[in-house]
Nanobody
């Protein structure tokens, strides 16, 4: 059983920064893509950023230039550095790990990020 645990969420003022982490534990086989998604109140879950084992990152247009995704394969951990946060970034952030060809997909339980003055 694989478990993903997110950490690093919280309340931050507009323009501030947060760093999210997501660590996997359990019987982990080959993980290809690690990613972050978010779901704001009343909205559908949306992609924030992904990073495959190859390292070629992908970002939603709304976070380009402000968020940076990175991974540590040895620790089975993915990070999301979020800078210049805006109120519209307020959401529950979920991490996701997928095996090659998305045969298996694992989700964390989410961490709340609130951007407010």
């Amino acid at each position: 059983q694989v478990q993903l645990v997110e950490s690093g969420g919280g309340l931050v003022q507009p323009g501030g920064s947060l760093r999210l982490s997501c660590a996997a534990s359990g019987r982990i086989f080959s993980i290809d893509v690690m990613g972050w998604y978010r779901q704001a109140p009343g909205k559908e879950r949306e992609l924030v950023a992904t990073i495959p084992r190859s390292g070629s990152t992908n970002y939603a247009d709304s976070v380009k230039g402000r968020f940076t995704i990175s991974r540590d394969n040895a620790k089975n951990t993915v990070y999301l550095q979020m800078n210049n946060l805006k109120p519209e970034d307020t959401a529950v952030y979920y991490c996701n790990f997928r095996t090659p060809y998305s045969v298996m997909s694992y989700w964390g339980k989410g961490t709340l990020v609130t951007v407010s003055s």
